[in-house]
Every structure is written in structure tokens, then in C-alpha cells.
């Protein structure tokens, strides 16, 4: 009987070697490597070889991967070994053979210190490998999510773009133990390309499942993607999950957030069997209970978002959808599961009360009072995120800085896009994200088209929101963590001074009853003569009380038990119930 490593990473490693279909190994000799080799020469899906020199190891895999016509890994020890590798590695690199080396290594934290044989691999020669991943040792979930994903994408890559060499570097924790009996099976993740057979390499979708498409941050659709998408939907009953930048505005647009959001009650429309995502970073809740996901993008990369992804393909996304448009065209789906949506996200905004004003309250009352065919620029964070509770026109694109996801840059992106365009172009914004980019209103070609919508409310009420983790800080977060009383201190006059000295039409607004006489006036199709910028004046804790109204609509008997557990247990207590239960 076999007697395997109890190493995690490693065995996940050999896991998905054999998932890959890697099963030769030229093994020299080492103590760092032991953990490795000894469970592999032991596996009878490997053909393992041996070279003590691995100079002549990696040239030997170079041949016997063009002899064999599939990829050959190698495995050493540490200290200057691995250097012996470079010269085979370079060969392989431009003769684009897949050869996976695998280095083993110490605790990268003993690299510069002192310690024996502890030499840093974290950069290679540019022409040696074509990628290069340092997988850690698991001690947590999310470290064995995040070795997965490492793995996954360092064995895809040898075989990508016509093949070449690979380098993992596998951390040890020298355990001397070999208890486990079989290689635990651990997800795989497949990539498909555009000249990959179709259909015989492309998966199968069962319609009798639940499926969705989530688009993050999205350019401006063509008709043709629209209409494939659609086709899509109707043949396998699928809806489109979409926050406020996704930009779909198709038959089966979903604005999922209210409901997804809700911390006392989980709907069964969240339960999702598969997830086909496109798009970039969203600003939006990701759905935690999905059972699988693809993505489809041109670039190709794993983008694990919901940490359940299987499949990656390749290609333009209207390309996928007439591809399964194809296989799915004797299907006729009942949109049911859009009425379910469309039920539940009916239920939850006829749910919500008057709200305090805020950045919530802002966003109901303007979403629908917005000119069509204008465009829609959001702060990140608390703007983004109410905006996504409420929907415009279909006619209005939206967008957000949620790629670098920082508040650097949201005037001036906005800016950037009203002087190539004769549409008016609207900002949400709070305060601080503001100020931090007030020099891009004083820029000389500022046109008349450019509208603001200066939410302030004196601090980063971000970080007074109940899913901060300075929430529970109350106001000893206020002066360092969230910023408080820069800028004026919500002068009344500050931004107003600024924007009319540069040219800017400036209103404001202090309550409900004021922003809602002005509104009209702010949103107008009728052309200005000038920028505007619209002040809107509120306080934090109505930010925070409209958030808690929003994430509470509803309340269900299981969820509330399971919050109230949480709360009076805290996270690290459940945790290790959770593993004395799994025992």
C-alpha cells in the first residue's frame, strides 16, 4: 500500500499533474524534494527517471518531451540546483517544449537570512520560463484556494500558445510523515480555446439547472453580443446578474444587488448552479452560493472570482454564445427562472421605506430622472454600490473606476469622457474621492456637458458602514481611518467658491425637500452654457442607517439564527467548530 505525503500543496500538486496529464518526472536527488518525489515514485501514474545533475536533467526533459510529445516535469532541492536547470530551460523556452519545473524550498521568510541553502527564486531570466508561481504551504482555506489557483494556471500555461516552460516553486514544510493513502482529488480548471474542437472539448450545460451570466464592468455592447446573449438566455432559461457598470441592457437584465445583498434572509434565486462570467472587476456582492463558474474572456486568464471557477475559454464572447447558441438550438427554455428574479427583485424594492438622506435616498430619486442616452460616472465604493440598488434608462451607459479600484481618478475620468462626446455626462461622487481629484475641474478644456453630483458628507463614510471593518470602532475611526474634517468640514462655501471661479454653474442642496426642487434643473436635457456641479450636504450616520435598511428588508428564520451565532461566538470560534464538526 501506497504511503503519500501529508503535505497539502504537494499532494494537491500531483493531483493535478495527473489531471493535466502530466506523468513523467525526472527526479535528482535532495532532502527539500523528498515530500514530492517519495509520493510520486510511489503513484504507478507516474514513469519518474533520475538525473543527479540537473544541467543534464533538463536537457534530458527536452528530449524526452519532443520524443514523447508531452510535457516532462523535473524536480530538485534547493540551494544552487535549481540554477543547474536554466540552461535546459532557456533551450526549452525557445524551442516552446513544456517542461515543468518543479524547485522545492524552504520557508520563504529564512530567504536572505543566513540559512543554509536558502537562495531567493523569485525572479527568473525572461527567456527561461514563461511563467513562474511560488506556491506556500496550506494552513488556511484560503490558502488552499489560492495554491489551486497557482497550480491550475502554471499547468495550463505549458501548454498555451504553443507550449513552453513552467517553474513552481514548491514551498515544504519538511514534515516527515507519509500517512495518507490516495491523492485527493481537487478541482481542475480547463481552458478552451477559439481553434480548440468544437464541440467535442466544449462542456455540456444542463438546462435543468439553475444558470446565470454575471457581467462585471463591461464596455458598451455590440448588437450582435446583445442578441447572442439573449438567444442564450431563452434556449437555457438563464437571466444576466448585473450591477450598475455591467452596461447589458438586454431582456433578461437582472439587477441583482438588493436582493443578494440582504443579511438576514438568503433567496433561492441566489442558489446558482452555474455562473458564466464576463466581464472585469465588479463593484457589486458576489454571490457566495455558486456551485460552478466559467469565464469567458480573449485574455485567457483564470479570474477565480467566486472561487468556484472550472472552465476558462478563450475567446470573444459573442463567439461562445453562438457556439452554445449552436448546441442549444433544439432547447426552448420557459424564463422561469427570469419571473423568479423578477419576482423577488419586485418584492424587495416595494420593501423599501423612506429612506434618511443619503447616498441611497440620491440614487433612488435620480436613477429614473436621468436623460436617455446621456452617460453615468460613479465613485467607487458607496456611490457604486447604491447606484447598483436602482436602475436607469437603458439607454445610459455607466461607469466606474473599479479596475485599479481607487479614488484617485473619478473627475478626471469623467472629464476625460465629456470632451470626446457631445452627451451629457454625469458624476456621482462623495467627498473625499472629490477633493482628492479636485485639480482636473480647473483643466482648460472643460465643456459645458459635464455634470457633478458632490456627495458630501464630511468624512470616508465607507469606513462607517456596518461592513467595514472600522464600523465597530465607532468614532475612534473618524480622525485617522476615515478622514474626518478635511477639506472645509463640509463648508458651505469652499467647492462653491472654487467651481464658480472656474466657470461652473454651482448649486446645492442641505434636505430632501431642497435637492428635490433642484433636481430637475440639474438633470435637464436642455443645454447649459456652463459645467454645473450639484453639492448635496448630508450626514454620515443617515448613510449608515440607509445601508442597515437596505441589507434588512427581509428577515428568515435560518439566516437570522446563523448571524446571531456568528455574532455571539465570533468568526474564529466558528471556525473551529466548523472543524471539530467536520471531524
Known sequence: ?????????????????????????????????????ATVQQDEYFEVFSAYDERSAAYMACGMAVESGEPVALSCTQATASRNYLSGLTEAYYRKIPILAITSTQHLGRIGQNFQQAIDRSIQPVDSVKLSVQVPVIHSEDDEWYCNVLLNRALLELRRNGNGPVHINLTTAYSMEFPVREIPKVRVIRRIGFLDSFPAVYPKIDISKKIAIFVGAHKKWSNELEEAVDEFCQHY???VLCDA????????????????????????????????????????????SVKETWRVN????????????????????????????????????????????RIECDKFNQKIPELPFSNGWIAQHTAEALPKKSILHLGIYNSLRHWSFFDVDESIMEYSNTGGFGIDGCVS???????????????????????????????????????????NNGIGTEFKNPDNRAYKLGSLANPYIAAEGHNGKKSKNLVKHYAEDLGFLYISASTKEEFLKKIPNFV??????????????????????????????ETSVTVSTKNLAKSFLGDSNIKKLKKILRK
Open 413 to 455: 475620468a469623467a472629464l476625460g469622457a465629456s470632451l470626446v462626446t457631445d452627451k451629457l455626462v454625469f458624476l456621482v461622487i462623495g467627498d473625499l474621492a472629490f477633493f482628492y481629484d479636485l485639480n482636473s475641474m480647473a483643466n482648460r478644456d472643460v465643456k459645458n456637458n459635464l455634470r457633478i453630483l458632490l456627495i
Open 237 to 239: 432559461n438563464a437571466v
Open 524 to 553: 435637464s436635457n436642455t443645454p447649459k452654457e456652463h459645467p454645473v456641479i450639484f453639492e448635496v450636504f448630508i450626514n454620515t450616520e443617515d448613510e449608515t442607517e440607509t445601508l442597515h435598511i437596505l441589507y434588512n428588508l
Open 245 to 288: 457598470v455591467s452596461n447589458y441592457k438586454g431582456k433578461y437584465r437582472v439587477m441583482y444587488s438588493l436582493v443578494a445583498s440582504q443579511r438576514q434572509y438568503h433567496s433561492p434565486v441566489c442558489d446558482i448552479d452555474l455562473v458564466i462570467h464576463l466581464g472585469d472587476v465588479s463593484g457589486a456582492f458576489i454571490l457566495s
Open 298 to 341: 480573449p485574455d485567457g486568464e483564470i479570474r477565480d472570482t467566486f472561487k468556484k471557477q472550472t472552465y476558462v475559454f478563450a475567446m470573444e464572447e459573442e463567439v461562445f454564445f453562438q457556439r452554445y447558441n449552436q448546441l442549444g438550438k433544439d432547447y426552448v427554455g420557459d424564463d422561469s427562472y427570469l419571473r423568479a428574479w
Open 1 to 37: 500500500m501506497a504511503n503519500f505525503t501529508d503535505e497539502k500543496n504537494t499532494l494537491m500538486l500531483i493531483s493535478l499533474m495527473k489531471k493535466h496529464g502530466i506523468k513523467k518526472v525526472i527526479a535528482s536527488p535532495g532532502t527539500t524534494n523528498v515530500a514530492f518525489v
